[in-house]
């Protein structure tokens, strides 16, 4: 990931900017006045799928002694998570379907198969990175403050274990966005107090517990004496939802092209320049039909960041007018097949946890808090 | 309030013991409703659905339905109307519809008449229904209903589509069988606009005194709109109206004359027409967030409510993170990014970016 100040853009004039978003604006429009009975049925399918995934794994796990049933119900228990988290799960708590009226796919009401809180999810998520997308100091999602993934965060010597704690983090991923999630990092910087940091805690707590309860007592205990090879299966489809969702969120911002932002550029933008930062700020990863669906469509990521609240379904279609808009005014577009992508994030990754990699384009007169976090 | 009677009252069955806490925490975080549909798409142990039996036209632009709700229906008492929801278009849709049964009534089985309005979005998709579609309800509601013990005498009068909870009303008098006098008043263009003339015949036969008016065709026992001589010397009997603002007005003006306000209790049949949209971008109207009233700014409802003095959650207050949504449960608003418009009642809506235009309420 790279700052502006490393790798300019296309420079545009401010009319050209506001060009390109009314093109955007105009692309929204359209999409949603077409929202309807193709978008519900769609989403409804994948959640029959889901829920079909869901209970053949754990029919499959509770024989688990068998090892194809074992194997094929960590399969389809995985799949089932993976779709869940990400095609209904971040989607719909995205409000992409709340137009359908529909409590079980509705942005407020939708909780998740994860242990970190759809609630405290939704505040870091949907508002503190959608909103602040890439700008180093405010989107808490840069490195998720465990790594140092963009020049711009300040090498300390904790940074050379950079690699090690990305491996760490991708496989307990769920974990890692809980912690991430419930901001007890902003204790340390004054932003929350205590008390509610506690309170968060309480309602994490609450989740967390009954996910572990599912997957590792009742689920379990259920199977009798196979009880072992439903725990162990639980526990495997967990860690492959977490690989590929680590995977995949950072590909969608962390590779080397994709841009990071101060504070000041992102000051007062207007609508274009906002479209304009999104834009540059994400990253796609191309391929299959199935891979986007089971990447939760985030592998439109610059689509997702354009238009966080349609259905992401409608992402590979707008995905074409927004390539061609690009190519008309200069922007980047940056896509790239899934191993190029990851590839370059542990690039980023290594490079980045050296003492004499690049720092910070230009002088701070104080730490950004996330800095000072991980100086703690 | 008279024992409620469809659905109500059964033993707990499969269903219910299948709501135990273990079964909770087996299917969390999505909740046993989500398999259990799988089986049944009326199926619930948390909503109201009921799946359509019988269809039937009994007069143009109507359509009469009979319902099964499942087992978390709790039972009516007669004039009360439910929310009944459809998806049209990939969006659910709810209208209010009295229920139409008698609360003696023991088919287990609800029965609604639905007469298309014009422009009506859902009266319209609702002419279509065919047996076998799962819609869902609310709870009954609405204090249109009979006191217990009931009265002596009772006046129902009724206009136009606003026959129907005046024939469940009337309906559960008869099979209660309980003496007194009924006397039933109804309005409408002609005969053959009346779904359910066939049965004011019977309960004309059965002994209550049904007195009509075909406006258009100037037929019927009474003759024109109402006025004081078609209630033919009853004075002080309670009284149940249903219809449009004019019967309405005309016979609340009646009671109230004769100090008998408080004997009428009125269920307002057409809804209050959505407030025209100002060309020139004037705000008009009055906003109301849960109890508290302020009148439209024109600014962005989050910015209103909180010039109001109410602390409401909000993230980005730009269109992108649903922070700020809320229930908007009458009313238009415009949302400014896309220009597009919310006119449904009972939807959520993002605060933040949405502009009243006329009366809007949100339900906090
Ligand atoms: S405050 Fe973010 S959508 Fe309204």
Request: hydrophobic share 40%; aromatic share 8%.
């Amino acid at each position: 990931m790279q700052s502006l100040s490393q790798k300019e853009p296309t420079q545009l004039t401010d009319e050209q900017i506001e060009a390109f978003g009314a093109e955007m604006d105009a692309i929204r429009r359209r999409v949603v006045s077409q929202l309807g009975e193709e978008d519900a049925a769609y989403i409804r399918a994948v959640v029959d799928a889901q829920r079909k995934l869901e209970i053949a794994g754990r029919a499959m796990l509770m024989v688990g002694v068998f090892p194809p049933a074992w194997l094929g119900g960590v399969a389809a228990l995985a799949l089932s998570k993976i779709i869940d988290n990400m095609e209904i799960g971040h989607n719909v708590m995205h409000g992409q379907y709340d137009w359908m009226g529909d409590n079980a796919l509705n942005s407020r009401d939708f909780e998740w198969d994860i242990v970190s809180s759809a609630e405290l999810w939704k505040r870091s998520h949907n508002f503190q990175h959608h909103t602040y997308t890439n700008i180093v100091g405010k989107d808490r999602d840069i490195g998720y403050l465990m790594l140092r993934i963009t020049p711009e965060q300040r090498w300390n010597p904790y940074y050379l274990g950079n690699p090690v704690y990305a491996v760490l983090l991708s496989f307990f991923f769920q974990w890692g966005v809980m912690l991430h999630d419930l901001e007890a990092d902003q204790l340390v910087t004054g932003e929350k107090s205590w008390d509610e940091v506690s309170d968060d805690g309480k309602k994490m707590a609450g989740k967390a517990l009954r996910q572990v309860a599912k997957d590792y007592v009742l689920f379990p205990a259920l199977s009798g004496p196979f009880f072992l090879f439903t725990l162990t299966g639980n526990a495997s489809a967990n860690m492959i939802r977490n690989l590929w969702a680590f995977a995949i969120i950072f590909c969608g911002h962390f590779p080397e092209e994709v841009q990071t932002f101060t504070e000041e550029e992102a000051a007062n933008e207007s609508r274009g320049q906002w479209y304009r930062r999104q834009l540059l700020g994400s990253g796609n990863i191309t391929g299959s039909a199935l891979f986007h669906l089971m990447s939760g469509n985030l592998s439109h990521q610059i689509e997702h960041h354009l238009f966080p609240d349609l259905p992401a379904r409608r992402y590979q279609a707008i995905a074409v007018e927004v390539r061609e808009a690009c190519e008309r005014y200069g922007l980047p577009y940056n896509t790239g097949g899934l191993t190029k992508q990851l590839g370059s994030v542990f690039r980023q990754l290594v490079t980045l946890a050296m003492p004499w990699s690049a720092g910070p384009s230009q002088p701070r007169e104080e730490r950004s808090a996330l800095e000072s976090v991980k100086a703690a | 309030m008279p024992a409620a009677t469809v659905g109500a009252g059964r033993p707990r069955g499969l269903l219910a013991s299948l709501t135990t806490p273990l079964l909770d925490v087996l299917t969390y975080p999505h909740g046993p409703d989500r398999y259990l549909e799988m089986l049944d798409p009326a199926w619930s142990t948390r909503q109201v659905r009921a799946e359509i039996t019988d269809v039937c036209h009994r007069a143009p632009g109507t359509v009469t339905v009979l319902a099964r709700p499942n087992r978390v229906w709790r039972g009516f008492s007669a004039g009360q109307h439910v929310q009944l929801s459809v998806d049209i278009e990939g969006a659910r849709r709810s209208r209010c519809y009295s229920i139409v049964t008698s609360e003696q009534d023991r088919s287990g089985r609800l029965e609604f008449t639905v007469h298309a309005e014009p422009d009506g979005l859902v009266s319209n998709h609702l002419q279509q229904l065919r047996p076998g579609t799962v819609v869902g309800l609310s709870q009954a509601q609405g204090p249109f209903t009979l006191p217990s013990p009931r009265p002596e005498h009772v006046v129902l009068i009724s206009g136009g589509s606003g026959i129907t909870p005046v024939m469940s009303i009337a309906r559960t008098l008869r099979d209660e069988d309980r003496g007194g006098s009924v006397t039933l008043l109804h309005y409408a263009r002609t005969a053959a606009d009346v779904a359910y003339r066939e049965e004011l015949d019977e309960l004309a036969a059965s002994g209550v005194r049904v007195l009509r008016s075909y406006t258009r065709e100037g037929s019927g026992e009474l003759s024109g709109h109402f006025c004081a001589e078609h209630l033919a010397g009853i004075t002080d009997a309670p009284a149940w109206v249903s219809g449009p603002a004019t019967l309405v007005e005309g016979v609340r003006e009646h009671w109230s004359t004769a100090g008998l306000e408080a004997e009428l209790t009125v269920e307002h049949f057409t809804p209050p027409a959505p407030a025209p949209i100002p060309d020139d971008g004037a705000p008009t109207g009055e906003v109301s967030f849960g109890d508290r009233a302020v009148s439209n700014s024109g600014a962005p409802l989050l910015e209103q409510a909180e010039v109001a003095g109410l602390e409401l959650p909000y993230g980005c207050r730009r269109g992108i993170c649903f922070s700020c949504t809320q229930r908007k449960t009458s009313g238009t608003v415009r949302y400014r990014t896309s220009g597009a418009l919310s006119t449904e009642p009972d939807s959520d809506i993002q605060l933040c970016v949405t502009v009243p235009i006329g009366d809007v309420t949100i339900d906090l």
